[in-house]
Structure formats: structure tokens, C-alpha cells
């Protein structure tokens, strides 16, 4: 799990041994059923991917709670909604398939999981017609599940879930700036 550069901060710090005992104890590669009530249970998480030449990108993904479904031990899939069409993050997976997941919940009993893994991006899944706005489908392998300390996350709570978020039955809200004057003539039409 730690490569050169870790280990060289891991040893002018002195944390080595507490590194190891926090892999040896608390990563895994497969996920737990804790693991799958807590991502279940948020509307959000982080998403960091690179591309071929190892430039980074740091998305955050929103839905409703549920949208993303731990499928297996070994299989995360959370769907692609329609966005920006900058295609940052999923364009990075077909070129570099390495990702970095993060859930956090940020109320009175703060938690964060991190995943790493391999990711696919999925166009034909009967899952897509299951998943109300999804145009792709996101399958994640992963390699390194392991939670994280939250003593710095805040505690916070949700006012209101975004009016973007998609629900089975309820035609789809477009966001202002698709019709901008500047945009209107290059917004592409929604694709389901």
C-alpha cells in the first residue's frame, strides 16, 4: 500500500510501525457489509482519477442516498449522471483506470472510508435502466479498502438535497447555465 515517497515521510516522521499496523489491521480488498450500509447510506463522495500522464482530477459525485451500491466483495458501480459533458473524470478511465474513492459523513458521528481500485465505465448494463438518470455506469474493483480517521471532519448537516439529484418518474431539471446564451447552442440533448 505504500510506496517510496510514503515510506520517506512515514520515516522522518517515525510513523513506519504505526503505518503497517494501520494496514495490517484495518485494509482490505474486499468489502464488509458495514461497508455497504455506509456507502449506501450517503448522497455523496469523492472521486480522484489521472490520466494517461498521471494529471490529476478530483470530482464530486451527489445522488440519492443509495446511489452507490457495493454489488459484491468485490465490486462498487455507482452511476454517471448528466453533467458538464466535460467528461473529466470518466474520459481519465479509459486512458488510466486507477481511482481513488471517499465517502464521508459529515454529522454528529463522523466516519470516512477510502477506496482504491481499478475502474471500468459501463454503457450497456441492464443496471443503467434500474439507476433513474443514468447515462454510464461506473464499475469499480477495488484493491485498498480501508476507513480513515475523522477527527478533522465537520459536523454538518444536509438543509436540502439538491433539485438536480434524479428520481424515478420526475422529468429532469436543467440547470440555468445550459441555456445561457454563451452554451444553449452547444448543449447536446440528454441521451435517456
Excluded at 472521486?47 to 459484491?72: I, M, N, W
Aim: aromatic letters at 10%; proline letters at 10%; charged letters at 25%.
Amino acid at each position: 500500500m505504500y510506496h517510496e515517497g510514503n515510506r520517506a515521510l512515514q520515516d522522518a516522521f517515525g510513523s513506519r510501525a504505526l503505518a503497517d499496523r494501520l494496514e495490517e489491521k484495518l485494509r482490505r480488498d474486499r468489502f464488509t457489509e458495514d461497508d455497504a450500509a455506509f456507502v449506501a447510506s450517503l448522497g455523496f463522495f469523492f472521486l480522484a482519477t489521472a490520466d494517461a500522464d498521471g494529471r490529476p482530477d478530483c470530482s464530486f459525485k451527489g445522488g440519492p442516498p443509495g446511489f452507490v451500491r457495493v454489488a459484491g466483495p468485490d465490486l462498487l458501480v455507482f452511476p454517471d449522471y448528466d453533467g458538464n459533458g466535460m467528461f473529466k473524470s470518466l474520459g481519465n478511465l479509459g486512458v488510466n483506470p486507477h481511482v481513488g474513492l471517499l465517502f464521508i459523513a459529515m454529522g454528529e458521528a463522523p466516519k470516512r472510508l477510502r477506496v482504491n481500485g481499478r475502474a471500468v465505465v459501463v454503457r450497456d448494463d441492464p443496471l443503467i435502466g434500474e439507476t433513474p438518470g443514468a447515462q454510464l455506469l461506473v464499475k469499480v474493483t477495488p484493491t485498498d479498502i480501508f476507513p480513515n480517521c475523522p477527527r478533522y471532519v465537520p459536523n454538518m448537516t444536509l438543509a436540502a438535497a439538491s433539485p438536480y439529484i434524479p428520481a424515478a418518474g420526475i422529468p429532469p431539471v436543467e440547470p440555468k447555465w445550459k441555456v445561457f446564451e454563451m452554451f444553449a447552442d452547444v448543449v447536446p440533448p440528454r441521451r435517456r
